[in-house]
């Protein structure tokens, strides 16, 4: 009996040690946060942090700005493809979470006329994968951010984008993919705060959206804390079909100093997620231009 033990024992062993030496091997994980712009390549080049760029268009089409926002499932559905053309037609601004960056993916972007900046959260299998914001104009800003899953211990990634707005304002714009498996609440709430901080100082329009991983009252908690101090709404949907666990949606945009006109998030098989749309107006032009972060 004391042998088959061993041997039992010795397996167990051999399958923990095979398993943590795949991970090691198959994921790359950085410690500092990193973002690509323009990424047209499955190797795109990643700086720390942040880039700047400078004479930037304004982002909106005559003072009409369009949003979606969505989980894009690592593209693991066959018609991703297709419905984020459908549902990206009339956006200026696309947010995507669990965006990988395979060939499919950037054979995409490279056809397409996007801006396109990218928080590398980690790499699989030298495969990047994160956030990623696709714009009709270029941020004259972007950052990224990491907060660490503690018990997979693969980053959650987020983006700072700010974007010039034809009234001469600039619109700050967090994209981001919230810590999801924890038990207390600990490490999503330090996530949060990690990005109120990034656009506490921020005077203009605001977009907080993405992937919260909301599913429990004490996060969505923590998110309406952080909307209220930011002075931030949540978008009216006409149409909710958001994905849901625990009776809770995941998926949220909150906005300020827009006008919204409309939203849904429709139902869709091309993702384990359901998209958010929205329309909004620009606030005119005014005498005095809005502080910049």
Same mark, same amino acid.
């Given at each position: 009996?004391?042998?088959?033990?061993?041997?039992?024992?010795?397996?167990? &062993?051999? @399958?923990?040690?095979?398993?943590? /030496?795949?991970?090691?091997?198959?994921?790359?994980? #950085?410690?500092?946060?990193?973002?690509?712009?323009?990424?047209?390549?499955?190797? =795109?080049?990643?700086? !720390?942090?942040?880039?700047?760029?400078?004479?930037?268009?304004? %982002?909106? $089409?005559?003072?009409?700005?369009?949003?979606?926002?969505?989980?894009?499932?690592?593209?693991? *559905?066959?018609?991703?493809?297709?419905?984020?053309?459908?549902?990206?037609?009339?956006?200026?601004?696309?947010?995507?979470?669990?965006?990988?960056?395979?060939?499919?993916?950037?054979?995409? %972007?490279?056809?397409?006329?996007?801006?396109?900046?990218?928080?590398?959260?980690?790499?699989?299998?030298?495969? /990047?994968?994160?956030? +990623?914001?696709? /714009?009709?104009?270029?941020?004259?800003?972007?950052? @990224?951010? %990491? /907060?660490?899953?503690?018990?997979?211990?693969?980053?959650?990634?987020?983006?700072?984008?700010?974007?010039?707005?034809?009234?001469?304002? @600039?619109?700050?714009?967090?994209n981001l993919h919230g810590v999801n498996f924890t038990l207390g609440v600990?490490?999503?709430?330090?996530?949060?705060?990690? &990005?109120?901080?990034? %656009?506490?100082?921020?005077?203009? =329009? +605001?977009?907080?959206?993405?992937?919260?991983?909301?599913? *429990?009252?004490?996060?969505?908690?923590?998110?309406?804390?952080? $909307?209220?101090?930011?002075?931030? $709404?949540?978008?009216?949907?006409?149409?909710?079909?958001?994905i849901k666990i625990l009776g809770q949606p995941l998926d949220h945009l !909150?906005?300020?100093?827009?006008?919204?006109?409309?939203?849904?998030?429709?139902?869709?098989?091309?993702?384990?997620?359901?998209?958010?749309?929205?329309?909004?107006?620009?606030?005119?032009?005014?005498?005095?231009?809005? #502080?910049?972060?």
């Amino acid at each position: 009996m004391a042998r088959y033990i061993r041997i039992l024992v010795s397996i167990i &062993l051999l @399958a923990i040690i095979s398993v943590v /030496s795949f991970t090691e091997w198959s994921f790359k994980v #950085t410690e500092t946060p990193e973002v690509a712009a323009d990424i047209k390549s499955v190797m =795109p080049q990643y700086s !720390y942090n942040c880039v700047d760029k400078d004479h930037v268009l304004p %982002l909106d $089409r005559n003072g009409e700005l369009d949003v979606t926002v969505w989980n894009i499932y690592k593209q693991q *559905r066959e018609n991703w493809q297709k419905a984020l053309k459908e549902y990206s037609a009339d956006s200026q601004l696309v947010l995507l979470q669990e965006a990988n960056l395979t060939l499919g993916l950037a054979e995409y %972007l490279r056809n397409a006329s996007w801006q396109v900046t990218m928080a590398n959260a980690f790499k699989f299998l030298d495969t /990047s994968a994160g956030v +990623m914001n696709l /714009s009709s104009a270029s941020a004259n800003k972007t950052c @990224a951010y %990491l /907060s660490m899953e503690p018990w997979l211990r693969l980053p959650k990634s987020a983006l700072f984008a700010r974007y010039q707005l034809s009234n001469g304002q @600039a619109l700050a714009v967090v994209n981001l993919h919230g810590v999801n498996f924890t038990l207390g609440v600990e490490e999503y709430e330090d996530q949060m705060a990690k &990005l109120e901080r990034v %656009l506490a100082s921020h005077t203009g =329009p +605001m977009i907080l959206a993405g992937d919260f991983n909301s599913w *429990r009252q004490a996060r969505l908690d923590i998110v309406e804390a952080m $909307r209220e101090r930011l002075g931030l $709404r949540e978008i009216e949907l006409g149409n909710d079909q958001r994905i849901k666990i625990l009776g809770q949606p995941l998926d949220h945009l !909150y906005y300020r100093g827009l006008i919204l006109k409309k939203a849904e998030a429709p139902l869709t098989d091309a993702s384990d997620h359901n998209p958010i749309i929205a329309s909004f107006k620009i606030t005119p032009a005014r005498s005095s231009v809005a #502080t910049q972060q």
